[in-house]
């Protein structure tokens, strides 16, 4: 496949990206999650390949997550995708131990998840994570700003300081004016968005949040992805995003996983994913991707051969290749001096294999 | 008996029972048993039944001695407080004036005050039962059935080791009621917390509420149209019974009825049983419209 999608450049020119070095943050190994009675008796066999179906016909066990292993890297923002039933939520709410791992562990910060006493799981709660929940689970019987405040409540933090940190986040994800009303005085979009201002008031460093944009309008949904965008580059907040809409997965994530039936079916960063898809179902997922933007230069840069100069037009190697194609053409240049993180030259790339990555798609692979 | 046995064999045709000697010998001793217990028990009986035997006559005395201007006042404010509603009130207001126009106020103030010692120390039983059985599956396998037992009982029946254990007077009739209307609040409580919303709860545990804040922050608030009903249905359950333990010395109105009954006084019957009938509605739409009014927050306002 590589062959053809470099048409025109040879492989081994191409350098590899210079990717950021990443802490992880959350690392999960090995995790299974069987739903049923006796879960623990057939990890075994699901380990020794027993299927989905099999254990559900035979052992009328549900098979919810099978042999997870990423490390998600902190400060970074963690994006899980995959069609419906392939176990996000799952594998989502092991993170903060709402539901707990039949195999495997979920480390934090070192610390496994599973093994926090109740007080130890409670503490971690309220301190190192905030949840923003698939269908809101607000507090019906409080106001807007009551629910925002409610995981600092728990915290025992007065309400004279939590209202104002409150109000902020409330106003931030749009709701200024609502403060007082209930839960079911407001649309679904709004509710959603309380959900999301209860999260960012308790201002913990590990941000769940199971499809939290899903509700929104296209228009307030980019809004608050910006909002995330912000809030991770100034704070450095490690988020796991759960969602179905790969251009949302692509403009987020650092990284992505991709989920199939439970288990890991690919995982990396959005480019990666866009220009190696490991199988067909993957592929399924990129093939509509605008790869213009989504597709940066570093990942498609050449050696420069010695004998020229670098050219003159210098872009860094996080642009986008269709950034990239109107910066070239601006200057009616052919080729362009592409960056390293450090600013160093670090390779060349023409016109022709930028409209080339921009033009290529998945099903002429 | 035998006349109809179509023939079968003695044994299976009367139900087989234990011999006329046996059953008395078990009742007799079970019964000497049983007030032997008693009488030794009596004083931490006594010890215990007096400050409740004060508590109640204080009360009865407040609503009894206090001019009836005052307390038909408060009465209707605390109607109007609960249910913001003019009709309640004015309802009420009837009922009451009703009431001491047929001179049974005095009557219907020892009921008053009776039903609402029971009613209160009922709710104080049963919220904490009905939570531990919601929280523990296996609390609710061993609670449920006694409940069962309980309610199907016939209130006649609880009146007598009551009276064996605590004589005759106001505190048995008050522990024979207090017993009969617990169970609906301890179901009920019960089954509101387990019915709230699976999400919210987990939403709760995700913010690290601890067991209590849960409780008092979701589980109480989210189930308070339930409880509300729990309180609803117990009121009704004591104002029924006060009627029946009215057998064994409570005073009131049930007594008036008992009188009518064994000396055929139909107006006297009629009477208290409709002042009985009118207490009762008041603080039927008077504790239902509060419930409603706690779930202000479902409804959709338009401002
Ligand atoms: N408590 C449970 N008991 C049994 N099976 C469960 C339970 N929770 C989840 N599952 C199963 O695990 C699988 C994954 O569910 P999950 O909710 O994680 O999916 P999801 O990827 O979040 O889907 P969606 O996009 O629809 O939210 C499903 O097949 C579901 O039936
Ligand atoms: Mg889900």
Redesign the interface.
């Known amino acids: 496949m590589t062959e053809q999608k470099m048409t025109g450049q040879n492989q081994t020119d191409i350098l590899p990206p210079d990717e950021e070095e990443t802490v992880p943050g959350i690392q999960i190994h090995n995790l299974y999650k069987i739903f049923g009675p006796h879960p623990a008796r057939y990890v075994q066999a699901v380990r020794d390949g027993m299927t989905k179906a099999d254990l559900n016909r035979k052992h009328h066990h549900s098979l919810g997550l099978k042999d997870i292993s990423t490390d998600l890297p902190a400060g970074r923002i963690s994006v899980i995708m995959g069609l419906s039933g392939s176990g996000k939520s799952t594998l989502l709410r092991h993170i903060n131990g709402l539901i707990m791992p039949t195999a495997g562990e979920v480390l934090i910060d070192g610390q496994d998840v599973a093994k926090m006493s109740p007080d130890e799981l409670r503490t971690f709660r309220r301190h190192k994570t905030a949840m923003v929940f698939q269908k809101f689970a607000l507090l019906p019987h409080r106001t807007v700003l009551e629910n925002a405040v409610y995981g600092l409540d728990i915290q025992g933090i007065p309400r004279r300081d939590s209202t104002k940190r409150a109000r902020h986040w409330i106003e931030r994800v749009g709701l200024k004016g609502y403060e007082d009303r209930y839960p079911s005085q407001l649309s679904g979009g709004m509710q959603q968005r309380v959900g999301l201002a209860r999260a960012l008031t308790n201002d913990a460093p590990i941000l769940l949040m199971d499809e939290a944009f899903s509700a929104l309008d296209p228009l307030i949904r980019m809004d608050m992805q910006s909002v995330l965008l912000d809030l991770q580059k100034e704070l450095g907040k490690t988020i796991v995003f759960i969602t179905h809409d790969l251009d949302e997965a692509l403009r987020l994530g650092d990284k992505i996983v991709i989920l199939r039936a439970g288990e890991v079916s690919q995982q990396g960063t959005g480019e990666e994913i866009v220009l190696h898809p490991q199988n067909d179902y993957v592929r399924a997922f990129v093939k509509e991707v605008n790869r213009g933007r989504v597709v940066r230069l570093r990942s498609i840069l050449r050696r420069k051969s010695p004998e020229r100069d670098w050219p003159g037009l210098r872009l860094p190697g996080a642009t986008t290749l269709e950034e990239a194609a109107r910066r070239i053409l601006d200057t009616s240049a052919t080729e362009a001096t592409v960056l390293s993180r450090g600013g160093e030259p670090r390779g060349v790339v023409t016109l022709s294999d930028v409209m080339e990555n921009i033009l290529t798609r998945e099903d002429e692979i | 008996m035998a006349s109809s046995c179509w023939g079968l064999p003695s044994l299976l045709c009367n139900a087989p029972e234990l011999s006329g000697s046996t059953l008395r010998q078990m009742r007799r001793t079970i019964d000497t048993g049983f007030r032997d217990l008693v009488r030794a028990w009596s004083p931490w009986i006594d010890a215990v039944t007096a400050p409740l035997q004060k508590f109640l006559n204080g009360l009865e005395s407040l609503f009894v001695n206090t001019p009836w201007i005052v307390v038909f006042v408060a009465l209707l404010l605390a109607a109007y407080a609960a249910s913001r509603s003019w009709k309640i009130l004015i309802g009420t207001a009837i009922g009451l004036f009703g009431i001491g126009w047929f001179g049974l106020w005095q009557d219907a103030m020892i009921t008053l005050s009776m039903v609402t010692v029971c009613t209160l120390i009922a709710v104080a039983i049963g919220l904490p039962i009905g939570i531990l059985a919601a929280r523990s599956d296996r609390a609710q396998r061993i609670i449920s059935p006694v409940l069962d037992v309980m309610q199907t009982l016939p209130s006649f029946v609880y009146l007598i080791p009551v009276v064996v254990i605590f004589g005759i007077g106001k505190v048995p009739g008050m522990i024979a009621v207090v017993i009969y209307a617990t169970p609906p609040m301890i179901r009920l409580t019960n089954l509101g917390i387990r019915l709230v ?1 699976r ?2 709860i ?9 067991e209590r ?1 849960k409780l008092w ?2 589980q109480l ?2 189930s ?1 149209p339930t409880l509300m009903t729990g309180v609803n249905q117990t009121i009704m359950m004591s104002l029924s019974m006060v009627v029946v333990a009215s057998m064994v010395g409570v005073g009131g109105l049930g007594r008036n009825v008992l009188q009518a009954i064994n000396n055929q006084f139909f107006t006297m019957g009629f009477l208290n049983g409709f002042a009985l009938v009118a207490i009762a509605i008041a603080f039927d739409r008077a504790s239902q419209a509060f419930g409603r009014r706690l779930q202000r ?5 338009d401002d």
């Open positions: 919303d999400e919210v987990e939403a709760a545990d995700a913010f690290g509420s601890s804040q922050n979701v608030p989210l308070l927050h479902s409804e959709v306002r």
